[in-house]
Nanobody, 114 residues
Framework: QVQLVESGGGLVQPGGSLRLSCVAS????????MTWYRQVPGKEREWVAG????????NYIDSVKGRFTISRDDSKNTLYLEMNNLKFEDTAIYFC???????WGHGVQVTVSS
């Protein structure tokens, strides 16, 4: 069955960096666009970044442009989110999602705190 498993979250100080990974299985990863979302308790889940098949195009929410980089390694069935210069407001649970048809990972916590 389709599985998306995130890792790499944790606690980091403001200005720090983390790299999230999402390992996919149960489908042909290279055939699908992939995305990252995040959610703060009590708020709606928010799209953060997306990457097309073959990495032809990447897109970001304005608040992370210049700080986050989405990438993929199709040979490893893995999606990444490199997060630099992290801010308090980046604290959230981050989810990996297959663009279409929808499939979600379980999420990984990122906490930015001093």
């Amino acid at each position: 069955q389709v599985q998306l498993v995130e890792s790499g979250g944790g606690l980091v100080q403001p200005g720090g960096s983390l790299r999230l990974s999402c390992v996919a299985s149960g489908f042909i990863f290279s055939n699908h666009g992939m995305t990252w979302y995040r959610q703060v308790p009590g708020k709606e889940r928010e799209w953060v970044a997306g990457i097309t098949r073959g990495s032809r195009e990447t897109n970001y929410i304005d608040s992370v442009k210049g700080r986050f980089t989405i990438s993929r390694d199709d040979s490893k069935n893995t999606l990444y989110l490199e997060m630099n210069n992290l801010k308090f407001e980046d604290t959230a649970i981050y989810f990996c999602k297959r663009a279409h048809p929808d499939a979600w990972g379980h999420g990984v916590q990122v906490t930015v705190s001093s």
